[in-house]
């Protein structure tokens, strides 16, 4: 009898301690899945602000993502003139610093007109209005944005000047056209990416800142939808590599709110 | 429309939100009127009903809109919308309420944890789940939920009410995540107090008086909406609640908006108007201009505001708002909370308040005319 009591409490106590065990696993099991549910749900909010929701949503559900759809939208392409030889003159460590400094400032005036920085190449920044949400007053935006970069470059070469570095001058080509917009790329490197010929209208629009003189360029596209309260001057109608006919464009000298130019 | 009982787990870390600002506007003296209608809604009183005490008629609508108005959505797919939508739109302090409302209905932090952030992955029913997908794509409006869309709800047994009490539920939350996120409403310590020992030891007496509360509120009974005054929005939205007592809560609600006169309705009229044009919402955005031509604005005036979100026959605080008004379409939290502050200086407080709840009903209703394209 007493060794079926002792027999019933060891089992009894066994079974507790497996119990037990079985908990702490589950715990930490738990723990960790928490721990990488945050981390995806930080990598999922960092995404959103370069592809849309719905893009986000698929990728983070099924790991990859065949929305890809036909839009139109505004295209802003940026590049600093004379970055070669600054490149050159300048310390690596100080080439980084002055070059992040500038893409922060151009970002932020980007994404406060709606905009969406789609990527850095090199010293150049490709930004998109109307490419992860519909918006009717991409072109606007667009160009409201260039109007603020121009004066956050003003601001940022202050600060350079103060501490003896060079100033930078940017030019900035504009235009609308429609793209095709999705995931691109392979099992390994995946961005959210815009095809179409008018992405290099728009780079080339903007080495035409440098034939012309001036700083903001934008195409006929966005002259024929654009609020008359921005001051233009028309350019001489220049070829472009890879388009037959010569593209008109338009210098963006300000905007007048008070004022509209005339239709 | 029920939810399963959920699992019992851990807790987990909440989520970041990133900063929430000072309030827009300053504490005034809150009307009894208003609080004795916020108990009676919510069986409390917010403690930020001081803050909107100079623009009356937002406070009201806050207090219908902030308890389940309808025949058809049960209390806890309710909250759950809520959570989901709040989540979705940023809103701390929406969502902070949804959460503790949702923790003393005895839902634990494992179950919302997930919930928030990935719903598919918990334990719902096939009609919860459809429910708050479809909530969301309200909610987002970009794309505006399809036909697709509501034939996948039918298909889990929704009737065409049902529906269209869902999307005014996530449209309730629209308004509510715009007036809390836009003028960074306090956030109330209730969440904070759902995490402490003591609540744990009260839960049972909390539920209690909850329940009091909605049973005290008895169910939302079906009524006409009283006449609408001349020259409101809405009408067609609210032929398309019809079936609900939603539509005399937000018949009241818009009532109330467009009588006020703290902004001039052309202001209010070209408010609605940039935010269905943002939304893509045609049958707001007619609306709105048979509005602006009731003030005298020409179609090419409109044409030319709607197109370039200004006009240099705007004058100063309109030249701020219009502008302002598509912003509180889409929008991260601090960001918007500093565009409300740049947008409105030199407005007083009933100014800024009118200007935050008429962006934020018109929000609400150009999400909810889906219901005339697809239902």
Redesign the interface.
């Given at each position: 009898m007493l060794a079926l009591a002792i027999g019933s409490a060891m089992a009894a106590l066994m079974a507790i301690a497996a119990a037990l065990a079985t908990r702490r696993r589950a715990?930490a099991v738990?723990?960790r899945l928490?721990t990488a549910?945050?981390d995806?749900?930080a990598i999922q909010q960092a995404f959103s602000r370069f592809a849309?929701?719905a893009v986000v949503e698929d990728i983070?559900?099924q790991g990859f993502s065949t929305q890809s759809e036909k839009k139109e939208v505004t295209i802003l392409f940026a590049d600093v003139k004379g970055f070669t030889p600054l490149a050159e003159r300048l310390d690596p460590a100080v080439l980084v610093r002055v070059l992040n400094g500038y893409f922060a400032g151009m970002s932020r005036a980007i994404e406060r007109h709606s905009g969406h920085v789609s990527k850095f190449i090199g010293d150049g920044i490709l930004a998109v209005f109307g490419a992860l949400?519909?918006n009717?007053?991409q072109a606007?935006d667009a160009v409201h944005a260039a109007l603020a970069m121009r004066s956050a470059l003003a601001d940022y070469n202050a600060s350079l000047r103060a501490q003896e570095l060079p100033a930078l001058a940017i030019g900035i080509g504009i235009h609308r056209g429609t793209v095709v917009a999705g995931v691109i790329g392979s099992a390994d490197l995946v961005e959210y990416g815009l095809i179409g010929a008018a992405v290099n209208t728009t780079a080339r629009v903007e080495k035409l800142t440098r034939t012309h003189d001036v700083d903001i360029l934008v195409t006929a596209a966005v002259q024929e939808?654009l609020?008359?309260?921005f001051q233009l001057r028309a350019m001489a109608a220049a070829t472009l590599r890879g388009i037959s006919e010569p593209v008109q464009t338009y210098a963006v000298d300000g905007f007048e709110?008070?004022?509209?130019r005339p239709p | 429309m029920t939810s399963p009982a959920p699992s019992r787990?851990?807790d987990?870390?909440p989520?970041d939100w990133g900063v929430w600002g000072e309030c827009l506007v300053p504490v005034g003296t809150a009307q009894a009127d208003l609080k004795a209608e916020l108990r009676r809604h919510i069986g409390a009183t917010p403690s930020w009903v001081g803050r909107i005490s100079a623009c009356p008629w937002l406070g009201f609508t806050c207090a219908d809109f902030m308890s389940n108005a309808t025949l058809h959505v049960d209390a806890q797919l309710w909250q759950l919308i809520g959570l989901v939508v709040s989540r979705d739109n940023s809103c701390r302090y929406c969502y902070g309420i949804q959460r503790a409302t949702l923790k003393i209905f005895g839902h634990p932090e494992?179950y919302l944890?997930?919930l928030e952030?990935?719903f598919?992955s918990v334990a719902l029913s096939p009609q919860a789940r459809a429910a708050l997908t479809f909530a969301r794509k309200i909610s987002?409006a970009?794309?505006r939920p399809s036909a697709d869309d509501f034939a996948g709800l039918a298909r889990v047994g929704f009737s065409r009410t049902d529906v269209a009490e869902i999307a005014f539920t996530a449209a309730s939350s629209v308004f509510m995540n715009r007036i809390a996120t836009i003028l960074a409403l306090p956030l109330e310590p209730l969440e904070a107090f759902t995490e402490s020992w003591f609540f744990r030891l009260i839960r049972p007496l909390m539920v209690l008086q909850s329940k009091t509360v909605m049973r005290l509120q008895g169910a939302p009974r079906l009524a006409a909406p009283p006449p609408a005054p001349p020259g409101a929005p809405g009408t067609a939205v609210l032929a398309a609640l019809a079936e609900s007592p939603a539509a005399a809560v937000l018949r009241r609600g818009l009532d109330r908006a467009w009588s006020s006169d703290l902004l001039p309705r052309r202001t209010k009229a070209l408010m609605a108007a940039v935010i269905a044009?943002?939304l893509?919402c045609t049958n707001g955005e007619a609306e709105a201009r048979t509005l602006l031509g009731a003030e005298g604005l020409t179609s090419v005036d409109v044409d030319e505001i709607l197109?370039?979100?200004?006009s240099?026959k705007l004058d100063a605080r309109d030249?701020r708002l219009v502008p302002f008004a598509?912003d509180t379409v889409?929008y991260q939290a601090p960001a918007i909370q500093l565009r409300a502050r740049e947008a409105t200086v030199g407005l007083s407080p009933g100014e800024i308040l009118e200007a935050v709840g008429v962006a934020a009903l018109m929000n609400a209703v150009s999400r909810l005319s889906v219901l005339l394209e697809a239902c």
């Open positions: 715990v738990e723990a928490a549910s945050r995806l749900e849309p929701a983070v559900t949400e519909s009717p007053w606007n939808v609020d008359r309260r709110a008070a004022t509209p | 787990a851990d987990s870390r989520v494992e944890a997930r952030r990935d598919q987002r970009d794309p044009k943002a893509g197109a370039n979100l200004g240099a030249a598509r889409r």
